[in-house]
């Protein structure tokens, strides 16, 4: 990445641990992140041109860190949200990624 990226991974005395160049099999972490992008967004969709892309990749973004509940975290999101009784009211849905996705809360009477 450069001089300047090494030396901030350094000075915040993060171990960096380089992969072999064009060998992305070996960082299975993206190659994860990759597969669930694609199964769950891009797999689903046409996309027209590059400006698309960027506005669908920020959308799925949003909703992979805010509503997409997670195994790995107890089925809560990265940004925690809190937990709705059900006496606050009825539940209503809201579309994610372009009516892909969608998020259910609910919605004070």
């Given amino acids: 990445y450069g001089w300047n990226f090494t030396s901030q991974v350094k000075a915040l005395e993060i171990e960096d641990c380089s992969t072999a160049y064009r060998s992305p099999w070996q960082n299975p972490y993206i190659e994860r992140l990759i597969g669930t992008v694609r199964r769950e967004c891009l ?3 046409i996309i027209m041109r590059e ?3 960027h506005r669908v990749l920020r959308g799925y973004v949003e ?3 805010r509503d997409r509940t997670h195994l790995g975290l107890a089925k ?3 940004i925690p949200r809190e937990v709705e009784p059900p006496d606050i009211g009825p539940i209503r849905q809201r579309s994610m990624v372009g009516g892909l996705h ?3 809360y609910r919605e004070a009477a």
């Fill in 43 to 45: 797999d689903h969709l």
């Fill in 51 to 53: 400006p698309h892309l």
């Fill in 63 to 65: 909703y992979y860190n």
């Fill in 76 to 78: 809560d999101c990265p």
């Fill in 102 to 104: 969608h998020r259910y």
